[in-house]
């Protein structure tokens, strides 16, 4: 014989009760009229990466090789100065220069990255 609703209803409803009275009764009956007395923990400061702007410049090894240093036809970025890799950024992630990519990539980034990523890219010698 299968068991119906009228068989398991009342079973369940009854597990149901039962552990919300159990919870209630749990409950504190009055909240805490002030505040405690021992001040919160202070938060923990994250410290910084020292490999953060190296990890983020590695994105750029894809297309402007390691460290910069471009192989074959793509232009190297490598020794240039962080202001001029800040303003090329800029330029792309405006729209102000054409691009098939750089466009895409360069909105993916706040400007304290970017900042990271062309201080980095300046501290790289350029390619030979």
Same mark, same amino acid.
């Given at each position: 014989?299968?068991? /119906?609703?009228?068989?398991?209803?009342?079973?369940?409803?009854?597990?149901?009760?039962?552990? %919300?009275? &159990?919870?209630?009764?749990?409950?504190?009956?009055?909240?805490?009229?002030?505040?405690? /007395?021992?001040? *919160?923990?202070?938060?923990?400061? *994250?410290?910084?990466?020292?490999?953060? %702007?190296?990890?983020? %410049?590695?994105?750029?090894?894809?297309? $402007?090789?390691? $460290?910069?240093?471009?192989?074959?036809?793509?232009?190297?970025?490598?020794?240039?100065?962080?202001?001029?890799?800040?303003?090329?950024?800029?330029?792309?992630?405006?729209?102000?220069?054409?691009? /098939?990519?750089? $466009?895409?990539?360069?909105?993916?980034?706040?400007?304290?990255?970017?900042?990271?990523?062309? &201080?980095?890219?300046?501290?790289?010698? %350029?390619?030979?």
């Amino acid at each position: 014989m299968t068991p /119906t609703v009228r068989t398991w209803w009342p079973a369940l409803a009854a597990t149901f009760f039962l552990a %919300a009275a &159990n919870v209630n009764a749990q409950m504190p009956t009055q909240l805490p009229t002030q505040a405690p /007395t021992q001040a *919160p923990a202070p938060a923990k400061v *994250p410290t910084a990466d020292p490999n953060l %702007a190296r990890n983020l %410049a590695a994105t750029c090894a894809n297309c $402007h090789g390691t $460290h910069g240093q471009a192989r074959g036809e793509m232009k190297s970025i490598a020794g240039y100065s962080a202001d001029k890799i800040i303003a090329m950024l800029a330029d792309y992630k405006s729209g102000n220069q054409p691009a /098939t990519i750089m $466009h895409q990539i360069s909105k993916g980034y706040t400007d304290e990255q970017i900042r990271l990523i062309a &201080n980095y890219l300046a501290a790289q010698p %350029a390619k030979k």
